[in-house]
């Protein structure tokens, strides 16, 4: 069966310090692999896509980016954090590209101070 | 532009109580439905989905969603409420383009004894 893996689960970091968050699938291969993020009393956005091996589409501008540089893992990181970075990060996955039904991770939930 | 509403930002029922919660779409073709569930402090878990056929759709946790094309609505609905129903509750539609979900704002749901 497919997991999902995503660490770390809590995380707090200062103003200016790198953040790198880690998601890897297991079970699957080739999957669309996605990062959201999800601030304080608002819905889910998405910020990066991914259908391939070193392939990311960003949806919003901002201070993150993000990688793949492996079938199954995806990374989020960014060089310098902000405090509006701050919130609740979800990876997920799916299958074929018709296919939009969304398996999450358990997300990071970020703090920037 | 494609969007999703959902107007009701918190309900609370009581355990037993039916429940609905609302949401609605603005989508310029025919649309891919889905409700997600949130725990606290975790990811997304699919409820339900809609890609065609009969209207009203079966999830899991006895919920239940029905399409109404002529509302550009989905709303979800339970019978009988149970505690551990309490959670928070998103809608999304999705953009056509293999797992890119629109998401709504979210319901957060609290059950009373």
């Known amino acids: 069966s497919q997991t999902i893996h995503q660490w770390p689960a809590t995380l707090v970091q200062p103003v200016g310090s790198p953040l790198s968050l880690e998601c890897t699938v297991e079970?699957?291969?080739?999957?669309?692999l996605y990062w959201y993020r999800q601030a304080a009393g608002r819905g889910l956005q998405l910020l990066f896509y991914?259908?391939?091996?070193?392939?990311i589409s960003s949806e919003v501008p901002q201070n993150l980016s993000a990688s793949r540089p492996q079938d199954r893992q995806f990374i989020l990181s960014s060089k310098k954090l902000l405090l509006s970075d701050s919130g609740f990060y979800l990876c997920?996955?799916?299958?074929?590209?018709?296919?939009?039904?969304?398996?999450f991770g358990s997300g990071t939930q970020l703090s920037v101070l | 532009a494609q969007s999703v509403t959902q107007p009701d930002i918190h309900i609370t029922v009581s355990e037993g109580a039916s429940l609905e919660l609302r949401c609605n779409y603005s989508?310029?073709?025919?649309?891919?439905l889905f409700w997600y569930v949130q725990s606290p402090g975790q990811g997304l878990q699919l409820l339900l989905k809609?890609?065609?056929?009969?209207?009203l759709v079966q999830g899991i946790k006895g919920f239940e969603a029905e399409f109404k094309r002529s509302q550009s609505s989905f709303n979800l609905r339970k019978p009988s409420v149970h505690w551990s129903d309490a959670a928070e509750y998103f809608c999304?539609?999705?953009?056509?383009?293999?797992?890119?979900?629109?998401f709504g704002q979210g319901t957060e749901l609290s059950v009373k004894p």
């Open positions: 997920a996955w799916s299958g074929t590209p018709t296919n939009e039904k969304l398996f």
């Open positions: 079970g699957t291969s080739n999957p669309n």
């Open positions: 991914s259908v391939g091996i070193g392939q």
């Open positions: 989508y310029g073709a025919t649309p891919y």
């Open positions: 809609y890609f065609s056929g009969d209207t």
């Open positions: 999304a539609v999705g953009s056509g383009q293999g797992g890119k979900l629109i």
